[in-house]
């Protein structure tokens, strides 16, 4: 049966029309939903019960199980169970502009980079909508606050699940959803380009990053397998096309891994590719594993590398650490769970 949380708000009103009944049902109901926060169709007390009887029959106002908490200075992950036994992650950050919340939008990843955890366990399947909208609404009732940003940056690649993830962004964004403005979501992507093109698209001004992590394709082919299906070049174009249609700044993303794509070579490189371009760059320094066998780079070179950026008047930062005392690399947890 399919949860109610998989339904948009348009999708609602659709609904009630095809069963005869006003589609301001759909306000009702988005209201008890995510207004009142019920988990139990009878706390519908404004619908006829018919009509609730109906919506029992059609939908399921299902939850995910929280089965693990790992929590750190300002950081919390979890170790979420779906209904059919698989694991995901999602993880807290507290910044001083409000809270953020990193989801998960596929079980597994197929894209195969590198240095990820995630990628590592292969995909098993997408999730739908209402997986991570109750990846927001359980750690919200958890912590007894509300999230201000999410990042669509966990386990999966956003864009492989890209009808479900912006069915996930109208839901969120909605007034009479989670009422998380557009500018507060960001969709990472490794550079699915015909999706950054439709995208481009959207009315939504939802922020867009971009994980790079090298500058040529050399580095790039061997770290990131989608770079020889979309190779940087082709990349960037797409990436340009985006930033004329929307008027939108683009965050770049950059892990930092030791004698990969550190050197002073690849800032050069970094900053030669990135020229002109509107967007920033944000320097990840590495979260190692056990079963990969990248390294961090050195803080001293991190900060050279910093630097070249910035005197090349690039907007550069470098992201500020969390989870260190914790499984912090993306799809840590899960792949310890995996290999219970």
Known sequence: MESIYNKSFSDLEEYFESIGEKKYKASQVYEWLYGKRVESFDEFTNVKKDVVAKIKEDFSINRLVIEQVEKDVEVHKYLFELPDGNHIEAVLMMHDYGKSLCISSQVGCNMGCK??????LKKVRNLDASEMVLQVLQIEKEIND??????????????????????????VNHAKGLQIGSRHITISTCGLVPKIKEFSSLPYQVNLAISLHAATNEVRNKIMPI???????????????????????????YIMLEGINDSKEDAINL???????????????????????????????????????????????????????ISAACGQLRAKKESE
């Not at 669509?152 to 839901?171: L, R, S, T």
């Not at 770079?227 to 993303?253: D, G, M």
Request: proline share 3%; net charge positive; glycine share 6%.
């Open 227 to 253: 770079n020889k299906v979309y190779p940087i070049e082709t990349l960037i174009e797409s990436i340009k096309e985006y930033i004329n249609k929307t008027n939108r700044r683009v965050t770049f993303e």
């Open 146 to 171: 509300r999230i201000s940003h999410i990042v669509i940056m966990g386990i999966g690649e956003p864009f492989d699940n890209y009808d479900n993830v912006i069915k996930f962004v109208e839901i």
């Open 271 to 325: 900053c030669n590719l990135l020229k002109g371009i509107n967007c920033y760059v944000n320097i990840i320094p590495y979260n190692e594993t056990n079963n990969i066998g990248f390294k961090r780079s050195k803080k001293d070179t991190i900060l050279q590398f910093y630097d070249i950026i910035k005197r090349r008047n690039i907007q550069v930062t470098i992201r500020r650490e969390f989870g260190s005392n």
């Open 115 to 120: 240095f990820c955890e995630s990628g590592r």
